[in-house]
């Protein structure tokens, strides 16, 4: 037990209990040491920690459910702040008051037990049903625009790089840097006040929405029809809003590539301008901008807030933006939860696919 | 890439024609209010959450009366008789033949059944009532403690539930009290009750596979109160704040808005030829003041602070012609002021006009002075610099502030404006946790007294009233010494809406008045009057002369239901 020097030394090799059961396991199989466990529990962790961090900071907003709400009832009815507050207390099963420790408990044992609770302002009503009425909506739209994006800005982007110096790499240069100056907001403004209310080419009141009402969701084509349809205006403010973006880096991209060594090798060995583009330089070029956006896909949750706002295209984003102002501390728990998740997911598979893209990442990490 | 190209723009242009502008169905009457889809919008209307639309209430849930605020008169709808009997009970006979869209009948059972609910919730109106007793198949006598006209208008302003959905919680209901075990748990059940549908029992009723986020409709409930004289088939109900419904009446599709617009919208509507209705709201933005802040607990400096506002061009800065001077300074709109003070002490009172030589003498009369700044000084030494609050978000009260502040400041005051977050600013009022601050006085409510409880309760010591602990707000002491002598203004504000004899309220009111004027516990700056934003090209209802819209512009008693509930309401190209 004890060493040359003196000092004390802990011998596990034959201790027992659970700390040092897993320190053997660890010692047998080092799976610590493994890159993509090391990576997963650092998601697990960091989501626990944002959802930690989330659940004290909403409780420091100003005013809680019962004063927004009385406020509310106030503004618009005009009755007196007694009537106002004997209606609120009454319709929420919440207490304001109750200690943040026991609620965190509350609510963290509930997580665990993967149940994400009941709206405070809407008593009764499932969290993850209220979720599941409005998540598919934004990843269907922003999802949508987010693919056409990318895919138009790495064509661009390369034919900018291709044709760097020409008028189209200008113009293009021109109008992408024109796009990604222009926030989300203002086109979803442009679209609606220009060809909505001006030019009246299409009717701003039955855009809105997510499908026409009346239709039954499933696979039929005319409430297909109808969710592209509703789905479209705010897929063109998003490709509009980021495909700048996307252009950009996939022509400074493809510049840098274009200037490879092994790009000349291709030349200077004769192969045809066809596969050069797209086997050495299409390929290098695009790499980055996957992983980019690999992380853009886990934001794309977080980013349908405005553009829903403004064509009234109730997504995710609605859903998040409404508990924040009602301060329905569950619905934002929920919200922010299944946010976190997917940012975190999706920088989870970035960094595990660039491991398989490039090893080297990979081996470092296990160095 | 050209053809992928080609495909992607006909797939654009093809999906923008599917929205090719259309003429709004005829015989559909276009109005919004805000609501929340299902799951988390719901037909429980007891319950947060749910599906009420508002002022729209009245069309899939009817009033018993609106009260028109022009001749102070309850006109009965769903209720057709109703008054106080010998007992100082108050007895409403509804009218019969009228039944809910499922088919049920509406009789007292209704009323009943809403009235219990009320009890389980612990609604104000109980704090009056001892009982209630069903007389007849259409007759309900609500048991009093004593007479009250603030227990008539709540009882009559109230929206009919059907028995039929709500009948079995308000019948356990009645059978328990507070205190019983099974209490909190049947107020859960109801908070969470979600009817499968709705049940109207007014003139239209809503269509539950319509409800979007961009609207609903409502179809004809022919059975239902009122149902029998509409011109309509159907309401489309918008859904969505002012600037989610901004585009659609600029796009002619929506035809009535009860939203407040600003004044540069308003102008943009009277270009495209739709009307801008104003009818008094009762309430608008005033200056309070932290009474605990010396020397603002003076009322010479209350006083100053009120002859060196411009009321007119602060309204007019705020919001066009809809921010209307207050004249009279009672606390209460003028309209109130008018409707219920006698000639002699309207001729009496202050009004405040903008006068800066009488700020100075009255500042000068408690020994302050100028510094060489023209600053003002009080008698301590101590300049007159003050923080004044305001709720950021709100672009009228923030305009409000802005320019109350420059013209102080003009004056010699050194006040200096923060805005603040719209849902904290209420929060920091009652917990005293301001200087000067921008709130609300009045109340949209036709009884003159509760008007005071904006200043003497809710942003004075509302906290301790809601059990919320502390919260003294304004620091304002309720009981004051005025030329009339001592009264407790909060005592008067409750005793002035008791009892049925109007002589006496108004003797009370006229009390409230003068010293509220002689006192200025919080300086009214201007009534907010509505700017209703009605298409008259397609909604026919009378000109703004017309006496309905006297009406209070939000809220029970709001005009344009009033005239869809009596037949009036109508397509323009009828």
């Known amino acids: ?25 660890l010692t047998k199989y080092p799976i610590h040491k493994n890159y993509n466990v090391r990576v997963f529990v650092q998601a697990i962790l960091t989501i626990w920690a944002i959802m930690s ?51 965190y408990l509350d609510w963290f044992t509930d997580l665990l037990r993967l149940d994400l609770g009941t709206s405070i302002t809407s008593p009764g009503t499932r969290v993850v049903d209220e979720i599941a009425r409005f998540l598919p909506w934004t990843l269907f739209a922003v999802g949508s625009g987010l693919l056409i994006s990318f895919v138009l800005g790495i ?109 000349n090798v291709a030349e200077a060995r004769g192969l045809k301008d066809r596969r050069i583009i797209t086997s050495y330089v299409g390929r290098n070029a695009a790499l980055p901008l996957f992983t980019q956006l690999s992380i853009s896909v886990g934001f794309v949750l977080g980013s349908g807030v405005v553009i829903e706002e403004i064509f009234v295209y109730w997504g995710f984003g609605h859903y998040l933006f409404a508990s924040i102002v009602v301060r329905d501390y569950t619905a934002i728990q929920g919200a922010v939860l299944v946010l976190t998740t997917a940012i975190v997911l999706s920088n989870l598979f970035a960094d595990l696919t660039y491991g398989l893209l490039d090893p080297r990442v990979r081996i470092s990490g296990e160095k | 890439m050209c053809k992928r190209t080609l495909l992607l723009l006909t797939f654009v242009a093809l999906s923008l024609l599917a929205f090719a502008p259309v003429q709004a169905q005829d015989n559909t009457l276009n109005v919004a209010w805000p609501y929340q889809v299902p799951p988390t919008g719901h037909f429980n209307t007891f319950a947060s959450g749910g599906i009420t639309l508002g002022q729209y209430m009245d069309l899939h849930e009817p009033p018993l009366a609106v009260l028109m605020w022009a001749t102070g008169d309850y006109a009965g709808m769903v209720a057709e008789e109703f008054g106080w009997d010998e007992d100082g009970n108050y007895v409403i006979k509804m009218v019969e033949g009228k039944s809910w869209s499922d088919g049920s009948a509406m009789t007292a059972d209704d009323l009943m059944a809403t009235f219990n609910i009320f009890r389980l919730r612990g609604d104000a109106v109980w704090a009056n009532m001892t009982g209630i007793e069903k007389v007849d198949d259409s007759t309900v006598k609500f048991h009093m403690d004593s007479p009250s006209s603030l227990a008539e208008r709540i009882i009559l302003t109230t929206n009919l539930r059907p028995a039929s959905v709500f009948g079995d919680i308000a019948d356990r209901a009645a059978m328990m009290n507070p205190d019983d075990d099974g209490w909190d748990a049947l107020l859960q059940e109801l908070t969470e009750f979600r009817p499968e549908s709705p049940v109207s029992g007014g003139p239209y009723t809503i269509l539950p596979d319509t409800i979007s986020e961009a609207n609903l409709m409502m179809e004809l409930n ?18 969505g704040e002012t600037e989610v419904v901004t585009p659609l009446v600029a796009n002619q599709e929506l035809h009535y808005i009860t939203h407040g617009i600003p004044p540069t919208t308003e102008e943009d509507f009277a270009n495209r030829g739709i009307d801008i209705v104003r009818s008094g709201m009762n309430n608008g933005p005033g200056l309070y003041v932290n009474h605990a802040v010396y020397p603002l607990n003076l009322v010479e400096v209350r006083q100053a602070i009120a002859y060196a506002i411009d009321r007119i061009q602060n309204g007019v800065v705020s919001l066009g012609e809809s921010g209307v001077a207050v004249e009279y300074m009672t606390g209460m709109s003028d309209g109130l002021s008018e409707a219920w003070l ?18 100075e003498e009255l500042l000068t009369s408690v020994g302050f002075s100028r510094n060489d700044d023209g600053i003002w000084v009080d008698d301590n030494g101590d300049t007159l610099s003050f923080e004044l609050t305001f709720p950021q978000e709100f672009a009228d009260w923030s305009a409000a502030a802005e320019n109350a502040v420059s013209q102080l400041n003009d004056f010699g005051f050194d006040i200096s404006a923060r805005g603040v977050q719209f849902q904290q600013h209420p929060q920091d009022i009652y917990a005293s946790n301001f200087e000067m601050a921008i709130r609300n006085w009045g109340l949209g409510d036709p009884i003159p007294g509760r008007s005071y409880l904006q200043a003497y ?101 709001n005009w344009m239901t009033t005239l869809i509930l009596t037949g009036v309401t109508a397509p323009a190209d009828m």
């Open chain 1, 155 to 263: 064509v661009l982007g390369m034919m900018m790089a291709y044709y760097r110096d020409s008028v189209l790499d200008h113009t293009l240069s021109l109008i992408s840097s024109f796009f990604t100056g222009v926030p989300n907001y203002i086109w979803g403004l442009l679209i609606i006040i220009g060809p909505g209310i001006s030019w009246r080419w299409f009717d701003v009141g039955a855009a809105r929405g997510t499908y026409d009402p009346g239709l039954t969701p499933g696979l039929n084509a005319a409430f297909i029809a109808s969710v592209c349809e509703h789905a479209l205006l705010p897929i063109i403010t998003y490709v509009l809003a980021t495909l700048g973006g996307w252009m950009l880096s996939m022509k400074s991209s493809t510049t840098s590539v274009l200037n490879d060594d092994y790009v």
């Open chain 1, 53 to 103: 961090f989330t659940f004290v900071l909403v409780r420091f907003m100003p005013g809680n459910p019962v004063d927004i709400l009385i406020e509310q009832i106030l503004t618009q009815e005009g009755i007196s702040y007694q009537e106002a507050y004997d209606r609120v207390a009454a319709s929420f099963n919440i207490d304001p008051n109750a200690s943040m420790l026991d609620q």
């Open chain 1, 1 to 25: 037990m004890t060493s040359h020097s003196g000092d004390i030394q802990l011998d596990t090799s034959g201790a027992t209990g659970p700390v040092h059961a897993v320190q053997r396991l």
């Open chain 2, 342 to 359: 006698s000639d002699e002490t309207l001729d009496s009172l202050n009004t405040y006009d903008y006068d800066l030589m009488k700020a």
């Open chain 2, 222 to 239: 022919p059975g239902g109160f009122a149902g029998d004289i509409q011109h309509y088939d159907m309401v489309r109900m918008w859904n």
């Open chain 2, 457 to 557: 309760n809710r942003y004075n010591g509302q906290g301790q009233m809601a059990g919320e602990g502390a919260g003294a707000g304004m620091n304002f002491d309720n009981n004051v010494d005025y030329s009339g002598g001592m009264v407790n203004v909060f005592d008067l504000s409750n005793q002035s809406s008791q009892g049925v004899d109007k002589g006496a309220q108004a003797e009370l009111v006229t009390q409230l008045a003068v010293s509220y004027n002689e006192l200025l516990p919080a300086i009214p700056l201007w009534e907010r009057y509505t700017n209703n934003a009605l298409n008259r090209n397609f909604i026919m209802v009378p000109d703004s002369s017309d006496s309905v819209f006297a009406n209070f512009g939000g809220g029970a008693d």
